[in-house]
Each structure stands twice: as structure tokens, then as C-alpha cells.
């Protein structure tokens, strides 16, 4: 029996979609690195990130935008011991030139007790929503516009600590 033929440009929409999620893998990889140059990288050069005001909500109403604003955020994770950002589902929805995604995810900020690593500390738990807009540019697909929705937090002891960054 012939295997069924797949319709055209259905490898191109899996190639795209593989893209998009290896964006937002980079994404949870530059913040957890502190590498503000390669988070920067993933958004056009117009792109820009809104995130919530955590005393006033889960909403995205801080914006943040172009290469310089962008490449800061992550030195913001560094009063953390550690960071854990998990990628959980990922829809995307492919149009020619632009995309849109929603994708969820949990982050983990560990902070170490008086001590410093290897004693108590705290996780801090965002449980996330990333409403999404990309665009392909000559360099792949970049993030145009990424909404941060914090759809819930929790702060678990942690007994010990390990190593920092």
C-alpha cells in the first residue's frame, strides 16, 4: 500500500510550528542564562514584551520595548539563586508572514535562605500564559508581541539549596 501523500506545504506548517516553539524554548533558556543578548534576539526589531504589575494583578500592562529595554529583563532574574522557566503546551497558528501562539509554562525562582546555597530557601512559583504574535523575518521566525498573563503564584520552602548560577 502507497503512503499517503501530504498536502502541500504541510512540511513547511510542521517546520513552522517547530520553529515557533524552539522560539519559546530560547526564550525560557536566554532568561534562565541571564543573557539579555540572546533573549533580544528573539523578538523583530520592533518587538515588545508586556508583563504584569504583580501588585496589581496577573494582566500584562508593563510594556517593554526594543532591542535595549529587551536585552535588560533578564539581569532582573539575577537577585534570584536560580531560575527555572518549563515550557508547558504550545498552539501556534500559522499565517504566511505572521503567526500567532499561545503558550503556557511554569517559572521557578529559587531564592537561598540566609545562608546562601546549600541551606533553606524559598520557590517561588508563576504559573504563565503567553498570548503571542510573531513575524518571519529574514533571520527565522522572532516574537513581535508577547503578552505575559501570571495566572496564579505560590511560594513553596524549599529545605536546601544547591548551587546558584
Known amino acids: 500500500m502507497a503512503e499517503p501523500v501530504a498536502a502541500p506545504g504541510a512540511?513547511?506548517?510542521?517546520?513552522?510550528?517547530?520553529?515557533?516553539?524552539?522560539l519559546s524554548d530560547g526564550y525560557a533558556a536566554a532568561v534562565d542564562a541571564l543573557d539579555?543578548?540572546?533573549?533580544?534576539?528573539?523578538?523583530?526589531?520592533?518587538?515588545?514584551?508586556?508583563v504584569p504589575d504583580v501588585t496589581r494583578g496577573g494582566d500584562p500592562v508593563v510594556r517593554r520595548a526594543g532591542r535595549e529595554a529587551l536585552a535588560r529583563i533578564p539581569?532582573?532574574?539575577?537577585?534570584?539563586?536560580?531560575?527555572?522557566?518549563g515550557v508547558g503546551r504550545a498552539d501556534f497558528a500559522v499565517d504566511g508572514e505572521t503567526a500567532t501562539g499561545d503558550?503556557?509554562?511554569?517559572?521557578?525562582?529559587?531564592?537561598?535562605g540566609p545562608s546562601g546555597g546549600d541551606g533553606p530557601g524559598t520557590d517561588t512559583i508563576w504559573h504563565l500564559r503567553y498570548v503571542d504574535t510573531y513575524r518571519r523575518t529574514g533571520d527565522g521566525w522572532r516574537i513581535a508581541r508577547r503578552a505575559l498573563h501570571l495566572r496564579g503564584t505560590e511560594e513553596r520552602p524549599l529545605p536546601r539549596t544547591g548551587p546558584g548560577r
Open 36 to 50: 539579555g543578548g540572546a533573549f533580544a534576539d528573539l523578538f523583530t526589531e520592533d518587538g515588545e514584551l508586556w
Open 11 to 22: 512540511d513547511r506548517g510542521a517546520r513552522d510550528r517547530a520553529a515557533l516553539r524552539r
Open 103 to 112: 503558550v503556557t509554562g511554569v517559572a521557578h525562582h529559587l531564592s537561598a
Open 75 to 85: 539581569a532582573g532574574l539575577a537577585r534570584y539563586h536560580a531560575t527555572c522557566h
